[in-house]
Every structure is written in C-alpha cells, then in structure tokens.
C-alpha cells in the first residue's frame, strides 16, 4: 500500500491569514484527490487533479500537484472561519483510494 | 447527488458480540468501499466491492467481513467485535470512473465497543 503523509497535522490561525497543507508521498499516483470533513460529517471532494504540475483553483482555495505526481498541496488566501474542519489527500492506487492522516484547521474570528 | 445511508449511524455493542453495519446505495455504482476513522490515521480501508459478490481487502481488513448480494447494499460485519474495532465506520460509493474515481460518502456509522 502506498502511504501519503499530511503536514502539518493541525493548523490553527486568524481570520484573514493565509496557509499551505502539504500532502507527500515517495510514490506515484495516477491522481490526487482532496477532501473536506467537518465533524460529525463524511468528507466531501474538493478537486481532482491528474496531470504532473497541474493547479487548479478553487475560489480562494488552489490545489497543486507534484510535477512527478508525488505530492500536492493545499493553499488557502485569506482563510474564513467556514474553512474550519479536517482536510484529507487521497491517492489512486489501482481500484483503491488511499487517504492521508489529515490537516485539522481551526480558523479564528 | 448520489444517494447513500448508513445504517445504524450509533451502536454501542459488547465485546465478543456480532454487529453488522449497512450501506445502501440509490443508484447503480458498482464499486463500493468500507473505511474507518480513528484519530491521528485518516481514514484506512477495510474491504471493498466491485460488483455483487465481487470484493477485495483493504489494508486493515482482519476482523472484518463484507457481502454483496445485491448491487445497492454492501454489508460490513464484525463476527466477534473487539475494543480495538471502536471507531466511526464510513461506507463510500465510486461515483466517476477512469483515472479519477472519486467517491462519494456517507455520513458515518459510530461504533462503541465495550
């Protein structure tokens, strides 16, 4: 099984601030994927991407990956209060999803 | 959206004790995957299905066994739970195919073994 690691593991800023989420691993994959999951929820998708030094943007949310499709990254500007919550990397391997430890990001008011 | 529930979504069993955990499905993916959730790991795969009776293990499958009877639900059973299997258990259903597969999950089923 092919590990994905998650930095940090817990994040917690002011309002306004910006961050980077990091999701790294010393395999390929086919495609990474990101997830939000608030408490008490199932994570729900973010974005996909798919092609080595891909970005793609999300509202003020950007998702890069890895030109050796190793790793991505997470980078929120100017992050809101809403942005709280559990924020998970997951990597195709064949017919399995095989997700990372998380990100906990509390936002401050 | 796609249209799955877990069944029951809070159960507080005893050791040693039989639980099995429901997912159903309202449409017609054909693969489908149990996970739990336990602090500091994310979430790890138990078994999942790609087609009915069709499944495979995950990476942490002993303790656990899954069935397929039909393609709508996807039956996760502990034989003889343990404290070690207190977790919060989510069922997920593929909802694209090709290189991104993405899933989809449900809202979780809390287990407490005693």
């Known amino acids: 099984t092919q590990l994905l690691e998650q930095s940090p593991q817990f994040l917690s800023i002011q309002e306004g601030e910006n961050l980077t989420v990091y999701c790294n691993s010393s395999s390929v994959f086919s495609s990474l994927q990101w997830y939000r999951q608030e408490p008490g929820e199932g994570p729900v998708l973010l974005v996909t991407v798919v092609t080595g030094g891909e970005v793609k943007k999300l509202k003020r949310l950007t998702f890069q990956f890895g030109d050796a499709r190793k790793d991505s990254s997470l980078h929120i500007t100017a992050a809101q209060p809403g942005d709280t919550g559990l924020y998970l990397c997951?990597?195709?391997?064949?017919?399995?999803?095989?997700f990372g430890a998380g990100t906990i990001l509390r936002v401050k008011s | 959206d796609a249209g799955i529930t877990q069944s029951p979504r809070h159960k507080v069993t005893e050791t040693g004790t039989p639980v099995t955990l429901r997912c159903h499905q309202t449409e017609n993916h054909r693969y489908m995957y149990w996970y739990r959730q336990d602090p500091g790991h994310g979430l790890r795969l138990i078994h999942y299905s790609y087609g009915v009776k069709d499944t495979d293990k995950g990476e942490v499958s002993d303790g656990y066994s899954v069935s397929r009877s039909k393609t709508e639900d996807f039956l996760l059973t502990l034989e003889s739970a343990t404290s070690s299997q207190t977790s919060v258990y989510f069922c997920a259903i593929r909802t694209t195919g090709g290189n991104t597969g993405e899933l989809f999950f449900g809202e979780g089923s809390r287990l407490t073994v005693l």
């Open positions: 997951a990597g195709r391997d064949g017919n399995k999803l095989v």
